[in-house]
């Protein structure tokens, strides 16, 4: 009787199909709809706000600017808010901003692509201006918003429909990383094709039309979600838990919603009162004005006081770097005597590269434990940085100190007559490369004396991918497993405040040296700045570990997890 009533055996399509219908598979669909049309949003509102301003990098610029300022300072507000409201109401409001601006901002790059010339007339051109204005205004709301979705289901939902097993942790923030490589090569040529054989009007009526479809596949995913995992009604130090609790089903609630929760049930009694204490109807309007600043400074240090500090820190220096397959990077190449054609098969290698470390991580991280995996994670790292090192001197570099970085930043700046050096700049030619402003792209091939330096740097640079993106997924984990629950959403915010600080020096590192001769400076700084970030890890890891850490597999790994969730546990 035992054995025919027993449930465990299942056939082969009923666990297909309830992978399919789990709240994991869900996540990872409402996962890849949001990344698909934010790349295709991110690379696009590039490409329009340059075509809009006459092939100009300035609008691309202060976009970048805005975003990255506004990031920076609302960060750990945006996590504040999250951790302060029910998380459904969180993932659906976010969601509904989100796509509800870029909705708005495509409609309105349509009107200005269609009618640029008639706005153009209107009012000395104030009101073109304005509407480029909204453009910018809008998309960083929507990248906002998009922050906040991040936070709440990359670093919040995943722990909890993952529970208490860190393997399946480890596995779920693995293959969400493996959508965000997959989505980040594929979305941009999907949409760059549909601009360049159609027209940049076509391009915002599609991604403003894939969002509005999306918006509302996304809405019924999260939904679903939440309704699978009872677990999510719960949130520490929330007053609207118990009504949250009556959406579901109270047989699921009773079974599954104890056990993500019991690391914080203590904590829940202490945010309760803290709730009341602050009620806004006994403070004036100074007071309310202030909150936000309170919040900002609150948020930094909570950051600073959590014992994965240094862990979040390391994770941020690495953001401070030239070595990776942005326009910077592109564009040295580019210089180099690179075309597009290998730049692109470069970028692809990268992405694979990506997708190697991700699946890497999660093979370490159960033979050696997830504080030893950022550890072995961060000297392939570094090994691999030492290529891009030697590439500063190796053969065919354009390097040379005797060539001022501040001269063309001065000259600009002055407003020296130098004009023909400028055209001959936009032209191809640099000083060091003995180039004329008449050659065309395809001669300045062979003046190069060797491919030896450029090809070592981005040996270096996809190599180390593996590395990086299975360190980031350390920090993640480290991040998600050892902050408490009710603080998940500022310490990521201000984690993700921390990251855009530091892109955001990289970026002015870039304007004080543009020129290709300083580009081997800017490469032996980004590595200073990454080796920075590994020592902050060690010094993380031996504190935690102490001579442990240089122990590969450790016996006590699975005893440790059982018995408790402190630090330890990701021995």
């Known amino acids: 009787m035992e054995d025919s009533t027993a449930p465990k055996k299942r056939t082969c399509c009923e666990s297909v199909g309830d992978f399919f219908t789990s709240a994991k598979f869900l996540i990872y669909m409402g996962h890849a709809l949001s990344t698909w049309g934010d790349r295709m949003w991110n690379f696009a509102v590039a490409v329009f706000l340059v075509e809009l301003y006459g092939n100009s990098l300035l609008l691309t610029a202060v976009y970048g600017l805005v975003v990255a300022g506004s990031v920076l300072l609302l960060g750990a507000i945006i996590g504040d808010w999250v951790d302060r409201n029910p998380r459904l109401k969180v993932a659906q409001t976010s969601l509904v901003i989100q796509n509800s601006c870029v909705i708005l901002c495509g409609i309105l790059l349509m009107v200005v692509f269609q009618f640029k010339d008639q706005l153009a007339e209107f009012y ?15 998309a960083n709301i929507a990248n906002l918003a998009s922050t906040a979705m991040s936070i709440t289901i990359q670093r919040d939902w995943v722990v909890v429909v993952a529970g208490q097993d860190s393997s399946k942790l480890a596995d779920m923030n693995a293959t969400v990383r493996i959508i965000d490589q997959l989505t980040n090569i594929l979305a941009p040529m999907l949409v760059g094709q549909i601009m360049a054989f159609g027209s940049h009007f076509i391009g915002c009526g599609f991604i403003s039309g894939w969002n509005l479809c999306s918006m509302g596949l996304e809405y019924a995913l999260l939904w679903k979600v939440y309704q699978k995992t009872p677990a999510l009604a719960v949130k520490a130090g929330q007053k609207d838990q118990q009504q949250e609790l009556k959406q579901l089903s109270s047989e699921q609630g009773s079974e599954n919603s104890q056990s993500p929760e019991e690391s914080s049930l203590p904590l829940m009694n202490d945010a309760l009162p803290v709730v009341k204490a602050s009620s806004p109807k006994k403070h004036g309007c100074c007071h309310q004005i202030m909150e936000p600043i309170r919040t900002f400074r609150a948020g930094w240090v909570a950051y600073y006081n959590q014992n994965i500090f240094f862990a979040g820190m390391s994770l941020a220096f690495l953001y401070m770097t030239v070595l990776g397959f942005d326009c910077i990077t592109t564009g040295y190449a580019y210089t180099q005597g690179l075309n597009g054609s290998v730049l692109s098969l470069l970028m692809g290698a990268s992405a694979i590269s990506g997708i190697c470390g991700t699946v890497a991580f999660t093979w370490i991280r159960k033979k050696c434990g997830l504080i030893r995996t950022g550890f072995i994670s961060g000297i392939a790292q570094l090994s691999c940085l030492m290529l891009c090192v030697a590439s500063v001197f190796a053969p065919g570099t354009p390097l040379d100190l005797s060539v001022s970085p501040f001269k063309d930043l001065y000259r600009h700046l002055m407003g020296e007559k130098v004009l023909p050096e400028v055209d ?85 590192m870039v304007i004080l040296a543009p020129n290709p001769e300083a580009f081997g400076v800017l490469v032996l700084i980004s590595v200073s700045f990454v080796a920075t970030g590994h020592v902050m890890y060690f010094w993380f890891a031996f504190k935690n570990l102490g001579s442990r850490l240089f122990l590969c597999c450790s016996p006590e790994q699975k005893v440790e997890t059982v018995d408790s969730l402190s630090l330890p546990t990701t021995v």
Not at 124 to 138: E, F, Q
Not at 452 to 461: D, E, I, R
């Open 124 to 138: 000395n051109g104030w009101i073109l201006t304005t509407c480029y204005i909204l453009v910018i205004t809008i």
């Open 424 to 508: 001959h700049a936009l032209m191809g030619g640099f000083d060091g490369l003995n180039v004329t402003a008449t050659e065309a792209p395809a001669e300045e091939l062979p003046l190069l004396k060797s491919y030896m330096s450029v090809s070592l740097l981005f040996a270096g640079v996809i190599a180390a991918r593996v590395g990086l993106w299975s360190f980031d997924l350390t920090v993640t984990q480290l991040i998600q497993e050892n902050v408490i629950e009710s603080e998940r959403g500022v310490i990521n915010g201000v984690q993700n405040s921390m990251n855009y600080l530091l892109d955001l020096l990289h970026f002015i």
